[in-house]
């Protein structure tokens, strides 16, 4: 088969290659970030009405009105920023189309995009897409925590960089970005007049520390196309529905892409998702105390056990040495650890554009109910007893 000379470079996502080896082994999956649990039952029940009550047609390119108001309801009650519903919002399908469509949007061919790496796997298929180029700010651990050297960044910075991307809380570190780094990046993106596109779909997954939109600094509202999504707010990752706010020039530059995407998607989860963040708020609080837990559950459980981690202020995710494990390599690790280990855990050097810059790393998903956690520590203990 001939695969375009876009695609060529790119193969099949970490996540569905080590879903399909957790299938096959039996391991636990803690590789893909998706809970196993569901979302509010209220939001649930909602969807069902909507299929029932025959909202079953194309919602409007831009969303359902429900939802784009629910939408920018909550970002007045949160952050005080108050976004126009007709203008301003426009639902995609999952932040994942939000983020194609804004590169695609927004990058002509040689354009560049700043992305800091390691970077969810989507972000640079996107560039390439787009027929532009991505340059990485590396992100290394200091005192156990991911941070970037500010020079990096400027450095980064040329001539025909039009984006920048900041994933934050950030997959697959678990760092969620402080205010004094985002300052940093905001000065950047003003001085060199670029556009800020970021992805917060995280952004109530956030443990003891703020999460802060970048958009709710000096001088970026304007600048700046903010994405989120319900999949980890609600539990409901196969809905598949985000949104992107931002001013109305650059909503317009996003939606130009997404009409011939998919032009719309989900009429009846949109409406449940619109009820969602009206009235399930104390539901995610929830949600938040319990994924918490559940962090602390696999780091202590892999600190006993022999392994080194990392800090994790946010996400799903937790990152751990490769060398705890008596191995060299993340990839050839998590492919003993299915077999022989019976846990699946993600190689973090995919999310690097030279995987050696990542392969001390692996990513653990702790989305999980604690018994589930309990058994992927007994036998990850077991596994580095037996190593
Ligand atoms: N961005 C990040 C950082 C993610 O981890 C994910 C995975 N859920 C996505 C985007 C995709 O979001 P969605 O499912 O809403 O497309
Ligand atoms: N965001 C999820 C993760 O990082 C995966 C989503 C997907 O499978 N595309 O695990």
Redesign the pocket.
Known sequence: MRVSARFSGIGTTIFTQMSALAAKTGAVNLGQ?FPDTDGPPGMLAAAAAAIEGGRNQYPPLDGLPELKTAVAAERVRRFGMAYDVDSEIVVTA????A?TAALLGLCDPGDEVILFEPY?D?YAASVAMAGARHRSVPLRPIDGRFTFDPDDLRRAVGPRTRVLVL?SPH?PTGKVFDRAELDLIAAVCREHDLIAVT?E??EYLTFDVAHVPLASLPGMRERTITIS?A??TFSC?GW?I?WALAPADLVVAVRKAKQFMTFAAGTPLQAAVAQALTDELDWVDGLNTRLREARDQLRTGLEKAGVSTYACDGTYFLQADVASFGHTDGLELCNDLAVRGGVVAIPTQVFYDDPASGSGLIRFAFCKRPEVLDTAVRRLSAYLGSA
């Open positions: 970030g999952g932040a994942t189309e983020i969810y989507s994933n997959n992805d779909v995280y999504s999949g980890k990752t598949k985000g």
